[in-house]
């Protein structure tokens, strides 16, 4: 649905009980997670637009964590998988078992039919397997032996990968990378933080610790929600623009594609709700852009010295909002 006139409007109480869904899921991963807090906010407006998100840093910084922690928040079915060289795409999306009482084959559904997927080291899958769970992601389906099977709603594929070991791992392409919605970095921790989480874990795990603070109903109704915020014509032309100087950037060989203006719009408009508003502002489109829109950047084969978020920091700097 897209933000005309004719469109629902939102009501006050639902705009209220969005941004609150989201301001309880924060505050739950924050209890166990020790990231900052932008990054949790670029989390939770990934899964209020229907998006996923690939968590991306150095080993032992928390990506498994968080990803736990936003998991346990949610009162979701949750399954993980742990990628390695020799897994399969039908140890991912399931296969058709043979029933010798009945004498017919019967489907049994793999991990991915669960609402929430922790894929852990994604790219140690092989390039097939890794095909295979990206295809669900986009088409939120499953096709097995010509017959089709719905994927759960609602549906969040949290991804994980080490940017620096590279033995033994798949790198995943640039258009396979372009199905996640935004891509987060977490870094480490201040001095502070990180004494306050060896103090907290010395009681245990934290994340097994946690209580979920929203159901699925809460959830689709939150993500309905974001599909009826509004976004006005100059605001879209603002992302074309966007898209467009990132496309013109020397520095670049493959700039931002239609469909990053698509997530980035659902992502603006998500940020918004997060804040209470009914319509998404440039502030929304800027504040996501670099989330959203660096790892779909293809820098040129001399671009040396410079990198996807420099290009799209660049671009918000060189196109002026309404």
Request: net charge negative.
């Amino acid at each position: 649905m897209d933000s005309t006139d004719s469109a629902r409007r939102l009501t006050s109480t639902e705009v209220e009980a969005a941004g609150q869904l989201a301001r309880l899921v924060a505050g739950n991963v924050a209890q166990a997670a020790e990231v900052r807090p932008d990054v949790i906010a670029h989390l939770v407006v990934a899964v209020l637009a229907e998006g996923h998100a690939l968590i991306e840093d150095l080993p032992g910084v928390g990506k498994t964590t968080l990803a736990r922690a936003l998991a346990r928040s949610l009162d979701l079915e949750v399954a993980r998988i742990q990628c390695t060289a020799d897994l399969l795409p039908a140890d991912v999306v399931g296969t058709n078992v043979f029933n010798q009482r009945e004498s017919r084959f019967e489907f049994r559904p793999g991990p991915i039919f669960a609402n929430v997927v922790l894929v852990d080291e994604i790219n140690r899958a092989s390039p097939k397997t890794q095909s295979g769970l990206l295809e669900c992601m986009q088409e939120r389906r499953v096709t097995v032996d010509v017959h089709t099977h719905e994927l759960a709603r609602p549906f969040l594929v949290l991804a994980t990968q080490n940017p620096i070991e590279y033995e033994g791992t798949y790198p995943l392409p640039e258009a396979q990378v372009d199905r996640f919605m935004v891509r987060l970095s977490l870094g480490y921790p201040d001095p502070v933080g990180e004494v306050a989480m060896l103090a907290a874990h010395e009681s245990g795990d934290r994340v097994a610790q946690l209580e979920p603070v929203a159901s699925a109903a809460d959830l689709l109704a939150a993500q309905d929600a974001v599909m009826r915020v509004r976004a006005s014509e100059p605001l879209r032309r603002y992302i074309v623009a966007l898209l467009g100087q990132t496309r013109a950037d020397p520095r670049v060989e493959l700039g931002a594609s239609p469909r990053a203006g698509l997530l980035l719009l659902r992502a603006a408009k998500a940020r918004a709700l997060l804040a209470g508003r009914d319509h998404a502002t440039p502030g929304d489109v800027q504040q996501m852009a670099l989330p959203v829109l660096a790892h779909r950047i293809v820098l040129a084969p001399d671009a040396f010295e410079t990198t996807g978020e420099r290009v799209v920091a660049d671009a918000v700097a060189a196109i002026p909002a309404f």
